[in-house]
Protein backbone atom coordinates (compact mmCIF):
# COMPACT_ATOMS: atom_id res chain seq x y z
CA UNK A 1 0.00 0.00 0.00
CA UNK A 2 2.71 2.49 1.11
CA UNK A 3 6.43 2.97 0.25
CA UNK A 4 8.25 4.62 2.66
CA UNK A 5 11.80 6.11 1.35
CA UNK A 6 14.35 6.75 3.66
CA UNK A 7 14.97 4.71 6.65
CA UNK A 8 16.08 7.27 9.01
CA UNK A 9 14.40 8.54 12.07
CA UNK A 10 11.45 9.99 10.00
CA UNK A 11 10.99 6.90 8.23
CA UNK A 12 11.24 4.84 11.69
CA UNK A 13 8.58 6.67 13.10
CA UNK A 14 6.19 6.96 9.67
CA UNK A 15 6.59 3.26 9.05
CA UNK A 16 5.79 2.29 12.48
CA UNK A 17 2.78 4.20 12.78
CA UNK A 18 1.40 3.16 9.59
CA UNK A 19 1.94 -1.06 10.21
CA UNK A 20 0.54 0.19 13.86
CA UNK A 21 -3.02 1.19 11.85
CA UNK A 22 -2.51 -1.84 9.94
CA UNK A 23 -1.10 -0.88 6.30
CA UNK A 24 0.83 -2.58 4.73
CA UNK A 25 4.04 -0.96 3.89
CA UNK A 26 8.13 -1.59 2.18
CA UNK A 27 10.84 0.96 3.44
CA UNK A 28 13.82 1.51 1.32
CA UNK A 29 16.79 3.73 2.08
CA UNK A 30 20.44 4.13 -0.34
CA UNK A 31 22.62 3.87 2.60
CA UNK A 32 22.72 1.36 5.63
CA UNK A 33 20.03 2.30 8.06
CA UNK A 34 20.66 5.21 10.26
CA UNK A 35 24.48 6.31 8.48
CA UNK A 36 23.11 9.84 7.12
CA UNK A 37 21.62 12.51 9.38
CA UNK A 38 19.95 10.42 11.69
CA UNK A 39 23.61 9.33 13.62
CA UNK A 40 24.78 12.97 13.24
CA UNK A 41 22.03 13.95 15.47
CA UNK A 42 22.92 15.27 18.83
CA UNK A 43 18.84 14.37 20.08
CA UNK A 44 17.85 16.92 22.21
CA UNK A 45 14.23 16.62 22.38
CA UNK A 46 12.94 19.78 22.84
CA UNK A 47 8.79 21.74 22.71
CA UNK A 48 11.21 24.94 21.53
CA UNK A 49 11.50 25.14 18.25
CA UNK A 50 13.95 27.60 16.12
CA UNK A 51 11.99 30.35 16.06
CA UNK A 52 10.78 31.01 19.46
CA UNK A 53 7.03 31.85 20.63
CA UNK A 54 6.37 35.07 20.11
CA UNK A 55 8.25 35.71 16.78
CA UNK A 56 6.18 32.43 15.52
CA UNK A 57 3.04 33.91 16.59
CA UNK A 58 4.09 37.12 14.27
CA UNK A 59 4.96 34.89 11.40
CA UNK A 60 2.09 32.45 11.31
CA UNK A 61 -0.27 33.77 13.52
CA UNK A 62 -1.25 32.86 17.69
CA UNK A 63 -3.41 29.52 16.74
CA UNK A 64 -0.67 28.02 14.68
CA UNK A 65 1.89 28.74 16.74
CA UNK A 66 1.19 27.95 20.29
CA UNK A 67 -0.30 24.40 18.25
CA UNK A 68 3.02 23.81 17.13
CA UNK A 69 4.40 24.41 20.35
CA UNK A 70 1.76 21.76 22.48
CA UNK A 71 2.27 19.53 19.41
CA UNK A 72 6.14 19.45 20.10
CA UNK A 73 5.71 19.01 24.05
CA UNK A 74 3.25 15.88 23.59
CA UNK A 75 5.13 14.67 20.88
CA UNK A 76 8.66 14.35 23.91
CA UNK A 77 5.48 12.21 25.71
CA UNK A 78 4.62 9.97 23.09
CA UNK A 79 8.36 9.02 22.47
CA UNK A 80 8.78 8.86 26.22
CA UNK A 81 5.76 5.74 25.39
CA UNK A 82 6.78 3.98 22.78
CA UNK A 83 10.52 3.88 24.36
CA UNK A 84 8.95 2.00 26.81
CA UNK A 85 6.92 0.05 24.82
CA UNK A 86 9.77 -1.23 22.84
CA UNK A 87 12.06 -1.41 26.41
CA UNK A 88 14.30 1.14 24.95
CA UNK A 89 16.77 1.96 27.98
CA UNK A 90 18.21 5.28 26.20
CA UNK A 91 15.63 7.54 26.52
CA UNK A 92 15.57 10.60 29.52
CA UNK A 93 13.51 13.71 30.84
CA UNK A 94 15.30 16.22 30.87
CA UNK A 95 14.68 19.69 31.96
CA UNK A 96 16.12 22.71 29.53
CA UNK A 97 17.60 25.95 30.32
CA UNK A 98 17.72 28.61 27.36
CA UNK A 99 19.98 30.96 28.86
CA UNK A 100 21.45 34.36 27.68
CA UNK A 101 24.56 34.08 25.80
CA UNK A 102 24.23 38.40 25.98
CA UNK A 103 22.89 40.90 28.18
CA UNK A 104 21.51 42.60 24.91
CA UNK A 105 19.18 39.24 24.69
CA UNK A 106 17.72 39.57 28.09
CA UNK A 107 14.69 41.61 26.94
CA UNK A 108 14.31 38.99 24.12
CA UNK A 109 14.24 36.48 26.58
CA UNK A 110 11.41 37.97 28.92
CA UNK A 111 9.73 38.67 26.37
CA UNK A 112 9.76 34.73 24.92
CA UNK A 113 9.04 33.50 29.00
CA UNK A 114 5.95 35.66 29.08
CA UNK A 115 4.96 34.24 25.60
CA UNK A 116 5.20 30.70 26.86
CA UNK A 117 3.64 31.81 30.43
CA UNK A 118 0.54 32.52 29.03
CA UNK A 119 0.05 30.01 26.96
CA UNK A 120 0.49 27.57 29.72
CA UNK A 121 4.26 26.13 29.39
CA UNK A 122 5.75 25.15 32.12
CA UNK A 123 8.16 27.29 32.53
CA UNK A 124 10.19 29.40 35.22
CA UNK A 125 12.36 32.48 34.58
CA UNK A 126 15.97 32.75 36.58
CA UNK A 127 17.43 35.85 36.85
CA UNK A 128 21.36 36.16 36.81
CA UNK A 129 21.96 35.05 40.40
CA UNK A 130 20.33 32.47 40.36
CA UNK A 131 21.25 30.95 37.20
CA UNK A 132 25.04 31.99 39.02
CA UNK A 133 23.81 29.95 42.24
CA UNK A 134 22.48 26.69 40.47
CA UNK A 135 24.70 26.72 37.36
CA UNK A 136 27.60 28.36 37.28
CA UNK A 137 27.59 31.05 35.30
CA UNK A 138 26.01 34.28 34.99
CA UNK A 139 22.88 34.19 32.63
CA UNK A 140 19.15 35.12 32.59
CA UNK A 141 17.71 31.51 31.64
CA UNK A 142 14.04 30.47 31.10
CA UNK A 143 13.65 26.28 33.05
CA UNK A 144 11.65 24.19 31.32
CA UNK A 145 10.21 21.39 32.75
CA UNK A 146 10.03 19.19 29.44
CA UNK A 147 12.69 18.02 27.48
CA UNK A 148 14.30 14.69 27.33
CA UNK A 149 17.35 13.55 25.54
CA UNK A 150 17.58 10.13 23.41
CA UNK A 151 20.07 7.83 20.75
CA UNK A 152 18.79 8.67 17.49
CA UNK A 153 20.44 5.82 15.83
CA UNK A 154 19.73 2.74 18.70
CA UNK A 155 16.09 4.59 18.57
CA UNK A 156 15.67 3.73 14.91
CA UNK A 157 16.75 0.12 14.67
CA UNK A 158 14.72 -0.23 18.07
CA UNK A 159 11.20 0.97 16.43
CA UNK A 160 12.65 -1.02 12.57
CA UNK A 161 12.90 -4.34 14.66
CA UNK A 162 9.47 -3.60 16.17
CA UNK A 163 7.93 -2.73 12.98
CA UNK A 164 9.45 -5.70 10.96
CA UNK A 165 8.07 -8.07 13.90
CA UNK A 166 5.00 -6.92 12.52
CA UNK A 167 5.18 -6.81 9.09
CA UNK A 168 7.40 -4.04 7.56
CA UNK A 169 9.82 -5.04 5.20
CA UNK A 170 13.16 -3.46 4.72
CA UNK A 171 15.52 -2.71 1.87
CA UNK A 172 18.23 -1.00 2.69
CA UNK A 173 21.61 -0.28 0.95
CA UNK A 174 18.76 -0.14 -2.29
CA UNK A 175 19.31 3.48 -3.77
CA UNK A 176 16.07 3.90 -6.31
CA UNK A 177 17.02 5.42 -9.50
CA UNK A 178 14.03 6.32 -10.94
CA UNK A 179 10.22 6.76 -9.62
CA UNK A 180 7.07 8.04 -11.42
CA UNK A 181 3.74 9.62 -10.61
CA UNK A 182 0.83 7.45 -11.74
CA UNK A 183 -2.66 8.76 -11.35
CA UNK A 184 -3.79 5.99 -8.77
CA UNK A 185 0.35 5.13 -7.80
CA UNK A 186 3.51 5.50 -7.98
CA UNK A 187 6.18 3.21 -9.38
CA UNK A 188 10.32 3.04 -8.29
CA UNK A 189 13.01 1.61 -10.09
CA UNK A 190 15.89 0.85 -7.77
CA UNK A 191 19.62 0.65 -9.43
CA UNK A 192 19.56 -2.73 -9.15
CA UNK A 193 17.10 -3.33 -11.31
CA UNK A 194 14.05 -4.12 -9.12
CA UNK A 195 10.44 -1.96 -9.03
CA UNK A 196 8.79 -1.27 -6.30
CA UNK A 197 4.81 -0.77 -7.32
CA UNK A 198 2.54 1.05 -4.24
CA UNK A 199 -0.42 3.15 -4.13
CA UNK A 200 1.23 6.29 -2.08
CA UNK A 201 4.69 7.06 -1.26
CA UNK A 202 6.07 8.38 1.89
CA UNK A 203 9.76 10.36 1.23
CA UNK A 204 11.30 10.64 4.72
CA UNK A 205 14.98 11.26 3.05
CA UNK A 206 15.46 14.62 4.90
CA UNK A 207 17.48 17.18 3.16
CA UNK A 208 18.20 15.70 0.12
CA UNK A 209 14.36 15.56 -1.05
CA UNK A 210 14.69 18.71 -1.67
CA UNK A 211 15.13 18.07 -5.89
CA UNK A 212 11.53 16.49 -5.69
CA UNK A 213 10.16 19.91 -4.73
CA UNK A 214 9.89 23.08 -7.84
CA UNK A 215 10.01 25.63 -4.90
CA UNK A 216 12.82 26.78 -2.64
CA UNK A 217 11.06 25.52 0.98
CA UNK A 218 14.91 25.59 2.73
CA UNK A 219 17.83 26.44 3.15
CA UNK A 220 20.85 24.44 3.95
CA UNK A 221 23.11 24.52 6.71
CA UNK A 222 25.62 22.68 8.76
CA UNK A 223 26.21 22.07 12.17
CA UNK A 224 28.88 20.51 14.38
CA UNK A 225 29.29 18.47 17.33
CA UNK A 226 32.09 17.40 19.24
CA UNK A 227 31.86 14.86 22.48
CA UNK A 228 34.02 14.47 25.59
CA UNK A 229 35.90 11.58 26.81
CA UNK A 230 34.02 9.19 29.37
CA UNK A 231 33.99 10.81 33.29
CA UNK A 232 35.10 8.52 35.85
CA UNK A 233 33.02 9.73 38.37
CA UNK A 234 28.90 9.29 38.23
CA UNK A 235 29.00 13.05 39.96
CA UNK A 236 26.21 15.43 38.10
CA UNK A 237 28.17 17.30 35.13
CA UNK A 238 26.02 20.38 35.86
CA UNK A 239 22.13 20.95 37.88
CA UNK A 240 20.52 18.11 37.10
CA UNK A 241 22.26 17.28 34.09
CA UNK A 242 19.60 19.66 32.00
CA UNK A 243 19.63 20.22 27.96
CA UNK A 244 21.29 23.94 27.50
CA UNK A 245 20.95 26.11 24.54
CA UNK A 246 21.41 29.91 24.32
CA UNK A 247 20.32 33.21 22.31
CA UNK A 248 23.38 33.22 20.25
CA UNK A 249 22.79 33.37 16.61
CA UNK A 250 24.04 30.29 15.65
CA UNK A 251 23.18 28.96 19.12
CA UNK A 252 25.21 26.77 21.07
CA UNK A 253 23.72 23.57 22.74
CA UNK A 254 24.96 21.34 24.95
CA UNK A 255 23.77 18.18 26.91
CA UNK A 256 24.94 14.96 29.16
CA UNK A 257 25.08 11.80 27.95
CA UNK A 258 24.29 8.25 29.33
CA UNK A 259 27.67 7.08 29.01
CA UNK A 260 29.08 9.70 31.03
CA UNK A 261 30.44 12.16 28.50
CA UNK A 262 29.41 16.09 27.47
CA UNK A 263 28.46 16.78 24.22
CA UNK A 264 28.18 20.37 22.86
CA UNK A 265 26.86 21.34 19.50
CA UNK A 266 26.64 24.81 16.95
CA UNK A 267 28.86 26.83 14.83
CA UNK A 268 26.40 26.95 12.21
CA UNK A 269 27.34 27.26 8.56
CA UNK A 270 25.41 27.43 5.22
CA UNK A 271 26.30 24.52 3.50
CA UNK A 272 28.40 24.78 0.21
CA UNK A 273 29.63 21.35 0.23
CA UNK A 274 30.48 17.91 1.84
CA UNK A 275 34.20 17.85 1.34
CA UNK A 276 34.90 22.05 2.63
CA UNK A 277 32.31 21.23 5.40
CA UNK A 278 34.44 18.25 6.73
CA UNK A 279 37.62 19.98 6.42
CA UNK A 280 35.87 22.60 9.00
CA UNK A 281 35.63 19.81 11.61
CA UNK A 282 39.08 20.86 13.74
CA UNK A 283 38.80 23.73 13.78
CA UNK A 284 35.02 23.65 14.81
CA UNK A 285 35.65 21.93 17.35
CA UNK A 286 38.19 23.85 18.95
CA UNK A 287 35.73 26.94 18.94
CA UNK A 288 33.15 24.67 20.69
CA UNK A 289 35.43 23.78 23.53
CA UNK A 290 36.24 27.32 23.47
CA UNK A 291 32.43 28.29 23.82
CA UNK A 292 31.98 25.94 26.23
CA UNK A 293 34.82 27.09 28.41
CA UNK A 294 33.25 30.29 27.75
CA UNK A 295 30.26 28.98 29.87
CA UNK A 296 32.28 26.71 32.34
CA UNK A 297 35.72 28.11 32.27
CA UNK A 298 36.97 25.58 35.40
CA UNK A 299 35.37 22.64 33.98
CA UNK A 300 37.61 20.26 31.85
CA UNK A 301 36.17 18.65 28.48
CA UNK A 302 38.70 16.57 25.97
CA UNK A 303 37.00 15.76 23.03
CA UNK A 304 37.14 12.47 22.03
CA UNK A 305 34.76 12.33 18.92
CA UNK A 306 33.77 15.32 16.79
CA UNK A 307 31.55 15.29 13.45
CA UNK A 308 29.61 17.54 11.46
CA UNK A 309 25.63 17.08 10.01
CA UNK A 310 23.61 18.74 7.10
CA UNK A 311 19.99 20.28 7.92
CA UNK A 312 17.43 22.60 6.57
CA UNK A 313 16.03 25.82 7.80
CA UNK A 314 12.80 27.31 6.96
CA UNK A 315 11.56 30.63 7.10
CA UNK A 316 9.07 29.89 9.99
CA UNK A 317 11.18 27.10 11.40
CA UNK A 318 8.19 24.39 10.69
CA UNK A 319 9.04 21.46 9.02
CA UNK A 320 6.92 20.54 5.92
CA UNK A 321 4.39 17.50 6.66
CA UNK A 322 1.25 16.48 4.22
CA UNK A 323 1.25 15.48 0.47
CA UNK A 324 2.77 17.77 -2.59
CA UNK A 325 -0.31 18.18 -5.30
CA UNK A 326 2.23 18.61 -8.10
CA UNK A 327 3.20 14.71 -7.56
CA UNK A 328 0.06 12.61 -7.38
CA UNK A 329 -0.25 9.98 -4.39
CA UNK A 330 3.05 11.64 -2.53
CA UNK A 331 3.84 12.40 1.02
CA UNK A 332 6.24 14.11 2.90
CA UNK A 333 7.90 14.02 6.33
CA UNK A 334 10.22 16.70 6.43
CA UNK A 335 11.39 17.45 9.97
CA UNK A 336 13.50 20.48 9.32
CA UNK A 337 14.93 22.78 11.93
CA UNK A 338 16.78 21.65 15.20
CA UNK A 339 13.41 19.56 16.13
CA UNK A 340 14.26 16.96 13.48
CA UNK A 341 12.62 14.34 15.88
CA UNK A 342 9.65 15.69 17.66
CA UNK A 343 8.67 17.12 14.51
CA UNK A 344 8.82 12.55 12.77
CA UNK A 345 7.03 11.87 15.31
CA UNK A 346 4.33 14.23 14.31
CA UNK A 347 4.57 13.28 10.75
CA UNK A 348 4.17 10.32 11.60
CA UNK A 349 0.64 11.15 13.26
CA UNK A 350 -0.36 13.37 10.57
CA UNK A 351 0.48 11.43 7.60
CA UNK A 352 -0.61 8.24 9.05
CA UNK A 353 -4.34 9.91 9.33
CA UNK A 354 -4.15 11.01 5.37
CA UNK A 355 -3.12 7.70 4.49
CA UNK A 356 -5.58 6.11 6.02
CA UNK A 357 -8.71 8.66 5.20
CA UNK A 358 -9.02 10.36 8.72
CA UNK A 359 -9.32 13.52 9.00
CA UNK A 360 -6.50 15.69 11.26
CA UNK A 361 -6.28 18.94 12.07
CA UNK A 362 -3.39 19.58 12.91
CA UNK A 363 -2.42 19.15 9.22
CA UNK A 364 -2.72 22.36 7.56
CA UNK A 365 -0.17 24.15 10.36
CA UNK A 366 2.98 22.37 7.98
CA UNK A 367 1.33 22.21 4.69
CA UNK A 368 3.47 23.32 1.93
CA UNK A 369 0.83 25.80 0.69
CA UNK A 370 1.51 28.44 3.27
CA UNK A 371 4.74 29.60 1.33
Not at 26 to 31: H, K, N, T
Not at 52 to 74: F, M, N, P, T
Not at 271 to 293: C, E, G, M, W, Y
Amino acid sequence: EVVVLGGGISGALVAYHLINAGVDVVLVDARSIGLGSTCASTALLQYEIDTALHELIQKVGEQHAVRSYELCSESIDKISAIAKKLHYKDFMKKKSLFFSAYKKDIPFLKKEFAARKEHGFQVNYLEEDEVKKDYGFAADAILSQQGAQIDAYSFTHALHQQSMHNGLRIFDRTPVSKIQHHANSVELKTENGFSIKAKKIVYATGYEVVEFIDKKIVDLQSTYATISEQSNTANEFWKDDVLMWNTASPYLYMRTTSDRRMLIGGRDEEFFNPVKRDKLINSKTAQLVNDFHHVFPGKPFKPEFSWTGTFGVTKDGLPFIGNYKKLPNSYFALGFGGNGITFSLIAAEILTDLITGKKNSDADIFRFERV
